[in-house]
T-cell receptor
Framework: GQNIDQPTEMTATEGAIVQINCTYQ??????LFWYQQHAGEAPTFLSY????GLEEKGRFSSFLSRSKGYSYLLLKELQMKDSASYLC????????????FGAGTQVVVTP | ETGVTQSPTHLIKTRGQQVTLRCSSQ?????VSWYQQALGQGPQFIFQ???????GRGNFPPRFSGLQFPNYSSELNVNALELDDSALYLC???????????FGPGTRLTVT
């Protein structure tokens, strides 16, 4: 089994930076994913980390430390449209498609 | 290139009934995964189909079953519906050699 923990909610101001932490305990590991999900919509892929380090993609960056079972998603220059749930997910060792998700972190961006 | 589509969008069923949900995968994708997402929770993996064969299953009872067709579209069947089955059901398609999954818009199932 896998335990994936992330904060329930975070609030930040437009233009600011927010860091969403995710810790996981798994028997195997084949990558960590971050997805964004707006209310009532499907999750959309943000990032994938399989090696330690930082992956940067525009305003979003994701970091992974496999030895610590830790990842974070960094959202810079926050915009109102970034208000959404951010899901951390871990892939089992034998297939990328079988993702184990955390409960999600609701990010609220205020003016 | 069309994205992942699901039908129906919403569905209301009574406890004890059976339901079939459908998913059309993205063009070129041969793998479909199904997830159940309860309100305020992350998606929970139900099962995956790869080239018409079940390729892994999460912690769901046998009354959750599925099919994948030669065109890689897929169905999720749930028998003997329970109130706790009320959720958003998501399917996601991918190529077998790629880590990227593309989710459909989901089917909102309400069991009364």
């Amino acid at each position: 089994g896998q335990n994936i923990d992330q904060p329930t909610e975070m609030t930040a101001t437009e233009g600011a930076i927010v860091q969403i932490n995710c810790t996981y305990q798994t028997s195997g590991f084949n990558g960590l994913f971050w997805y964004q999900q707006h209310a009532g919509e499907a999750p959309t892929f943000l990032s994938y980390n399989v090696l330690d380090g930082l992956e940067e993609k525009g305003r979003f960056s994701s970091f992974l430390s496999r030895s610590k079972g830790y990842s974070y998603l960094l959202l810079k220059e926050l915009q109102m449209k970034d208000s959404a749930s951010y899901l951390c997910a871990v892939s089992e060792t034998d297939s990328w498609g079988k993702l184990q998700f955390g409960a999600g972190t609701q990010v609220v961006v205020t003016p | 290139e069309t994205g992942v589509t699901q039908s129906p969008t919403h569905l209301i069923k009574t406890r004890g009934q059976q339901v079939t949900l459908r998913c059309s995968s993205q063009s070129g994708h041969n793998t479909v995964s199904w997830y159940q997402q309860a309100l305020g929770q992350g998606p929970q993996f139900i099962f995956q189909y790869y080239r018409e064969e079940e390729n892994g299953r999460g912690n769901f009872p046998p009354r959750f079953s599925g099919l994948q067709f030669p065109n890689y579209s897929s169905e999720l069947n749930v028998n003997a519906l329970e109130l706790d089955d009320s959720a958003l059901y998501l399917c996601a398609s991918s190529r077998g050699d790629s880590y990227e999954q593309y989710f459909g818009p989901g089917t909102r199932l309400t069991v009364t």
